[in-house]
């Protein structure tokens, strides 16, 4: 099975920065983008950002765009999550997400919904003064 593990994340202050990662192993598969997802307890697992492997396409949540950036690394299947100005907001354990079959119609609906194949069990950001 391939397998998706999340590293970075701790404990910043508000304003402060965390770069997460995340790397594929295992089982080779076709990697057509991957994702970042966020769950903070109470509620639902949301989608904060996303990159394709095609052409570079990226995905922002309204919630951080101009303030995360999301990247990748082809050559070693790894995509990774810059956040700035991060707000108390921003707790929450990030998962890491990624998409085994290509999108032939809205990448909106391929990327920022639940349209991936394979999962990493999360990394806890916490921000607090």
């Known amino acids: 099975q391939a397998k998706l593990v999340e590293s970075g994340g701790g404990l910043a202050q508000p304003g402060g920065s965390l770069r997460l990662s995340c790397a594929a192993s295992g089982r080779p598969f076709r990697n057509y983008g991957m994702g970042w997802f966020r769950q903070a307890p109470g509620k639902e697992r949301e989608f904060v950002a996303a990159?394709?492997?095609?052409?570079?396409?990226?995905y922002y949540s309204d919630s951080v765009k101009g303030r995360f950036t999301i990247s990748r690394d082809k050559d070693k299947n790894t995509v990774y999550l810059q956040m700035n100005s991060l707000k108390p907001e921003d707790t929450a354990e990030y998962y890491c997400?990624?998409?085994?079959?290509?999108?032939?119609?809205?990448?909106?609906?391929?990327?920022?919904?639940?349209?991936?194949?394979?999962w990493g069990r999360g990394t806890q950001v916490t921000v607090a003064s």
């Open positions: 990159i394709t492997w095609t052409d570079s396409t990226t």
């Open positions: 997400a990624a998409r085994a079959a290509p999108c032939f119609s809205d990448g909106v609906a391929c990327y920022t919904g639940r349209g991936y194949d394979y």
